[in-house]
T-cell receptor, first 114, second 115 residues
Framework: AQKVTQAQTEISVVEKEDVTLDCVYE???????LFWYKQPPSGELVFLIRRNSFDEQNEISGRYSWNFQKSTSSFNFTITASQVVDSAVYFCALSGQAGTALIFGKGTTLSVSS | DVKVTQSSRYLVKRTGEKVFLECVQD?????MFWYRQDPGLGLRLIYFSYDVKMKEKGDIPEGYSVSREKKERFSLILESASTNQTSMYLCASSSRDRGPSYEQYFGPGTRLTVT
């Protein structure tokens, strides 16, 4: 069975701190896809990144970076120099080879205070 | 830009009513999905559709049905609304042409309250 675990329910940081959101997944598929979504207070989920199982390169996009490690089945998300606008719920998700719908983790609520 | 719209942002219905939640996407996507989001449970898949008139059950289909008569529209139906169906409902769509698991684009959600 496929499963995504986000062990951190809530994280609170002060602006300019770095913060890492953890994501651990389980799957028996050899080909799979991992995603991160952001849900700001407005409610709409915003796509951040997709990673294929055969591409373990880490990725950086501005203040955001992602660390994908198949050996530990983890796909962690780091925000560098956090800002108040980063406050949101962040979801990690998994999709299998069959192309079925996403399996979501329960989300991590990030609060960044000024 | 991909646009997924949902018919209502907020909806209040009475127990036993039949409820229709509408979702429309404008990017000619083949795949459409309905999720519900509850605190502490994340998003859970109710139904999805890979083509017109096609539907597949997700993880929690009980109490729901769907309809996809046109490619751009995917409707979620609560046959007889109950209080435990009070939730946030999110619709999403994705393209099959770019691969089966490419990113899903989400609508703004409908917060349904059943009293």
């Amino acid at each position: 069975a496929q499963k995504v675990t986000q062990a951190q329910t809530e994280i609170s940081v002060v602006e300019k701190e770095d913060v890492t959101l953890d994501c651990v997944y389980e799957t028996r598929d050899t080909t799979y896809y991992l995603f991160w979504y952001k849900q700001p207070p407005s409610g709409e989920l915003v796509f951040l990144i997709r990673r294929n199982s055969f591409d373990e390169q880490n990725e950086i996009s501005g203040r955001y970076s992602w660390n994908f490690q198949k050996s530990t089945s983890s796909f962690n998300f780091t925000i560098t120099a956090s800002q108040v606008v980063d406050s949101a719920v962040y979801f990690c998700a998994l999709s299998g080879q069959a192309g079925t719908a996403l399996i979501f983790g329960k989300g991590t609520t990030l609060s960044v205070s000024s | 830009d991909v646009k997924v719209t949902q018919s209502s942002r907020y909806l209040v219905k009475r127990t036993g009513e039949k409820v229709f939640l509408e979702c429309v996407q404008d990017m000619d996507h083949e795949n459409m999905f309905w999720y519900r989001q509850d605190p502490g449970l994340g998003l859970r898949l109710i139904y999805f559709s890979y083509d017109v008139k096609m539907k597949e059950k997700g993880d929690i289909p009980e109490g729901y049905s769907v309809s996809r008569e046109k490619k751009e529209r995917f409707s979620l139906i609560l046959e007889s609304a109950s209080t435990n169906q009070t939730s946030m409902y999110l619709c999403a769509s994705s393209s099959r042409d770019r691969g089966p698991s490419y990113e899903q684009y989400f609508g703004p959600g409908t917060r349904l309250t059943v009293t």
